[in-house]
């Protein structure tokens, strides 16, 4: 008999009673022993002539899932994971979860599609009962997903191919403990928060002609300092007409780091020359602030 990459001999037929049977008709419910490895949910069931046969079309099937994974690579962990999602830009965690009874998988699946937002996503491509065998391993490598196992471990051919391929299998006996490590990827997922410190003011108070620099601003600094380094906004009129960052500092003539309130300076801004009189160099420093799930609920 053969069932998806799984092939065997029938050694038992058990039916809903718990009784041996010989054989079993259509709409019949029966446990069969004798295959070789777990099948998934959903897969056909089919007699055939000879082993031979049986493992013909098992190796043909794993086969065909091989040339279907193509040139797609796996997350060898979690955290790899997370990495070459980042790159990619893609904003989602997938995963395959296989659990000791329905019930474990169905709460753990409901507990992931919770964390889901508008900027990141957990997605399980699959879930089911029963411990990790080597066709959830080629899921998982096939979609990039990390395996999931809650109460169940993976069979020696699944750990094989899995070592082979790369892929992590995290093991779990608390609900809790899983969906936070999934919580805690998807948060290093988003994007950062941008947050803004005023650092100081500075009036141009007049603008000079430099030979391989170009228009120099003659500043005072009139409030907390400027840095060498940080962003600066050029305001008109109360009118932001610019924003980027200086490419020279100078108090005399020698290049400065900082420049205090009280004292004058030269400032140059980098790829921008329409500075004129009057005109407020405001500077400030932006920190990037890694965010988390609970920022955005």
Known sequence: MVAGTAWGKVRALIDDKGKHIV???????????????????????????????????????????????????????????????????????TILVKADVQGSAEAIVQALEKLSNDEVAARVIHYAVGGI??????????????????????????????????????????????????????????????RETFLGNAEILEVFNVSKVGKVAGCRVTEGKVQRGASVRLIRDNVVV?????????????????????????MAFANYQDMRPGDVIECFAVEKIQRTLDDIG
């Open 23 to 93: 054989e079993a008709g259509p709409s019949v419910p029966v446990e069969v022993l004798g295959l070789n490895s777990a099948p998934e949910a959903g897969d056909q069931l089919v007699v055939v002539e000879s082993e031979g046969r049986a493992r013909e079309i098992t190796e043909y099937r794993k086969r065909k899932r091989r040339e279907a994974r193509g040139a797609m690579t796996s997350a060898a962990s979690l955290e790899q994971m997370m990495s070459q999602l980042k790159e990619a830009g893609r904003k989602e965690v």
């Open 133 to 194: 065998n080597e066709s959830d391993i080629e899921l998982a490598r096939a979609s990039g997903a990390v395996v999931f196992g809650f109460n169940v471990r993976a069979n020696a051919q699944a750990r094989e191919a899995a070592a082979q391929a790369g892929i992590e299998i995290r093991y779990y006996s608390i609900i809790y403990d899983l969906v936070d490590d999934v919580k805690n990827a998807m948060s290093g997922l988003l994007d950062p928060a941008l």
């Open 242 to 266: 610019h924003e980027g960052e200086l490419s020279t500092l100078k108090r005399f003539k020698d290049e400065v780091k900082e420049v205090l309130a009280g004292q004058e300076c030269g």
